[in-house]
């Protein structure tokens, strides 16, 4: 296991993890939470748990627009700064650090916690919305994890849970999402990290020192300011 990063762990704000489908960005960032030993939150994962049902259903019978709404509604309730939040959106055991109690509007009666240190996967399109981005940048250290369409078509050449590639040509609809959506991962990001093929071990250790070196600087920044 990852040996727990106190420049991380203390992180006051949750790191949140940005780039096209099939990046990595589930994957290493729950293995990135578990060895730091906090929070994890995929927030596709959460969606489809409040929804009843899975996200490419939801595309179909509810289309876009009010799969985006619910999107931003979860994202503002993870990322605000005393959101509370349903301990059953947490996708890995490690507990939320508690700053406050409330009833989430799906949850009524239930305990809810709010989170601190977390790490947080998101949807390839969550940054297609202003309000989204500028909530992430506030709110997070938002890290891009980059990878190109052909990477990327490698990896998800057999998926078909994933609605915006149930196309003819995925390839060319991952080169048009990529072209849409890379300017805007790169407004957002503190950090891009080159995902490359490292094996998901190598590819979290990397996330993990990226990840220090980057706070260390904006920790250095903000006493010198």
Known sequence: MMKADPVIAALERPVILIGLPGSGKSSAGKRLASGLGVAFVDTDTALEKQLGCSIRAFFEREGEVRFRDAEQALLAELIAPVAPVAPALFTQSAPPIARGHGAHPETQG????????????????IVLREANRHAMRAGGWVVYLHLRPEAVFHRLRNDTKRPLLQVADPLARLHELYAARDPLYRETA?????????????????LAAQLRAGMTQDKTQETQA
Not at 110 to 124: K, L, P, Y
Not at 190 to 206: D, S
């Open 110 to 125: 239930d305990r809810c916690e709010s989170v601190r240190a977390s790490v947080i996967a998101t949807g390839g399109g």
């Open 190 to 206: 503190h950090q891009v990290i080159e995902v490359g093929r490292p094996k998901l071990p190598a590819l979290v250790r990397k």
